[in-house]
């Protein structure tokens, strides 16, 4: 049993600044990458940012500069610093983490609830 938790979403206006953050708690040998992704009204869920366990980021196009994704391992929790919001980065932000749950067993993908992040003035 393994529980992602994120918070941190609200509105605000453009040019604005929101973090987010997301806390795995429940049976946890060890995490791999985390990540956080988001979906828009009639999108697909993409990927905006991810963080392996060393600490190397990956960013889509759209948020390189603009947001910075970290995590801390000790308490297994993910966060994403976005800044100079725009309205085409609302969405419902989800949290991702790939999760062994015991030693002999391989990494599975968990998910939050789901935060909502709107921009608009």
């Known amino acids: 049993q393994v529980q992602l938790v994120e918070s941190g979403g609200g509105l605000v206006q453009p040019e604005g600044s929101l973090r987010l953050s997301c806390v795995a708690s429940?049976?946890?040998?060890?995490?791999?990458?985390m990540g956080w992704y988001r979906q828009a009204p009639g999108e697909q869920r993409e990927l905006v940012a991810s963080?392996?366990?060393?600490?190397?980021?990956n960013y889509a196009d759209s948020v390189k500069v603009r947001f910075t994704i970290s995590r801390d391992n000790a308490k297994n929790t993910v966060s994403l610093q976005m800044n100079s919001l725009k309205p085409e980065d609302t969405a419902v932000y989800y949290c991702?983490?790939?999760?062994?749950?015991?030693?002999?067993?391989?990494?599975?993908?968990?998910w939050g609830q789901g935060t909502q992040v709107t921009v608009s003035s």
């Open positions: 429940g049976t946890i040998f060890r995490i791999n990458d």
């Open positions: 991702n983490a790939d999760i062994r749950t015991a030693a002999w067993r391989p990494g599975a993908d968990y």
């Open positions: 963080i392996t366990r060393g600490g190397s980021t």
